[in-house]
């Protein structure tokens, strides 16, 4: 199982930013995708989750009305679109998979939103 998150960067408070992670090594069609956040000194955070193949994502209330989780199954693909970011959605983000009860991670990309 590889997980390759790209799209991270630097932007200031009200823009937006589109994560990507790149899967492979398993069937990503048939497993519920999730976006994580992490903040130095604070417990990884659920962001998103999508389902498998009717592209419905769930948020946390954070998020909500602000990110939309969305994957492409013939790209292995999954995304994380984020607009009118806060200072306090900065983090390190993580794409994840869980098969058979493991998690798989990838190595995060960072996102800072500061003015």
């Known amino acids: 199982v590889q997980l390759v998150e790209s799209g991270g960067g630097l932007v200031q408070p009200g823009e937006s930013l589109t994560l990507s992670c790149a899967a492979s090594?398993?069937?990503?069609?048939?497993?519920?995708m999730r976006w994580y956040r992490r903040v130095p000194g604070k417990e990884r955070e659920l962001v998103a989750a999508?389902?498998?193949?009717?592209?419905?994502?769930s948020y946390a209330d954070s998020v909500k009305g602000r990110f939309t989780i969305s994957r492409d199954n013939e790209k292995n693909m999954l995304y994380l679109q984020m607009n009118s970011l806060k200072p306090e959605d900065t983090a390190v983000y993580y794409c994840?998979?869980?098969?058979?009860?493991?998690?798989?991670w990838g190595q995060g990309t960072q996102v800072t939103v500061s003015s």
């Open positions: 090594g398993f069937s990503f069609s048939g497993y519920v």
């Open positions: 999508v389902t498998r193949t009717t592209n419905r994502g």
């Open positions: 994840n998979v869980q098969i058979y009860g493991d998690d798989y």
